[in-house]
């Protein structure tokens, strides 16, 4: 596989020089409740903010999820992985399309390696061809369905507080990521990490996923329970090195957010993106594989990224995300 050298895009540049070790620190995780949320709307919203503001990261309880999809999810994702290679590779990520299966094919610029992983991308309007059909897993379409469109339904919630705070209509960010349009961009991603019990010793000196920012709007990931390794860095110093690692701990039910690169842009840098990556397991905790599940929320491709008080110039979601998608992704 090939690797990038240079990068158009500062944040990229940032990843290049992050890739390291660093240090680990406790910190507290701020936890959102989102209970009675047409009410709570204004306390909810100011709480977001502040853990957008501040950290860039935060977790949602009570957030309308029903645990057992999630749990329906979860089933289907390990059996697509579990296909044979033979069955997945019909339905194979094409550049660009964020969409369809792929084998350790992303390369982290703060790594210049393949994260150890596979993953399937669903972005609704880009799947023809893309499903598993009933024979090779019944049921898994109808599941995926669902589950993406609620949590494209959440993160329009969080969306909304954050459209209230930074002055624009209420509905702003729903119509910027409107999923009934072919221009929709959104993306639920299914995340097998591989197990680590036959590695040699030199493996772990690798990430399960380099140390990254995301280049969409907001981030929803499920993570199972004993299955962790997310870690957190809300701070850089001034030569972009980490200052501090923190694990996110695997709750069931509790969905993980963070702000990414678009949303950071697109609010005149007032709410963060920031680093995280996935470690390899350290002494004592599973080897076996890590299952995850993260929607990403990225703004339709013809929807014009403009901030509030116009500190970026005019560019559009689709412009973005080419520019991202080609940085991390690269087969040869």
């Not at 990520?93 to 610029?109: C, D, F, H, I």
Request: glycine share 10%; proline share 8%.
């Amino acid at each position: 596989m090939g690797t990038h050298t240079a990068y158009d895009l500062a944040e990229l540049d940032k990843e290049t020089r992050i890739g390291g070790v660093g240090i680990e620190v406790e910190r507290p995780i701020p936890q959102i409740d989102l209970s009675d949320f047409a009410r709570r709307k204004p306390e909810i919203a100011g709480a977001l903010w502040t853990a957008a503001t501040e950290i860039g990261f935060f977790q949602l309880t009570n957030h309308g999820i029903p645990q057992a999809l999630i749990d329906e999810a979860f089933t289907y994702s390990a059996a697509f992985f579990a296909l044979p290679e033979t069955v997945k590779t019909r339905y194979p990520l094409k550049p660009g399309t964020n969409a369809g299966w792929e084998y350790m094919a992303q390369v982290r610029p703060s790594t210049g390696t393949a994260d150890r992983k596979e993953s399937y991308q669903i972005t609704l309007p880009r799947m023809a061809g893309l499903w598993p059909t009933g024979t090779d897993l019944p049921g898994f379409k109808a599941t995926m369905l669902a589950f993406e469109r609620h949590n494209w339904a959440l993160a329009m919630k969080v969306l909304s507080c954050f459209a209230d705070r930074l002055g624009f209509p209420p509905d702003f960010f729903t119509d910027g990521h409107d999923p009934l349009k072919p221009e929709y961009q959104s993306t639920l991603r299914l995340l097998h990490y591989l197990g680590m019990e036959e590695a040699k010793p030199e493996d772990f000196r690798h990430w399960r996923a380099g140390a990254h920012t995301d280049f969409d709007c907001l981030t929803l990931l499920h993570q199972k329970a004993g299955e962790g390794g997310l870690q957190l860095c809300p701070g850089k110093d001034s030569d972009g090195q980490a200052i501090a690692w923190t694990d996110v701990p695997p709750l069931a039910g509790v969905v993980t957010c963070n702000i990414g690169d678009m949303l950071m842009r697109w609010s005149d840098d007032k709410l963060r993106s920031n680093l995280h990556r996935v470690r390899m397991p350290k002494p004592g905790e599973s080897l076996g594989p890590r299952h995850s599940m993260a929607f990403f929320a990225q703004a339709n491709t013809d929807t014009v990224l403009t901030g509030p008080e116009g500190r970026y110039p005019p560019m559009t979601a689709h412009d973005y995300i080419q520019m991202r998608l080609g940085a991390n992704f690269e087969r040869g």
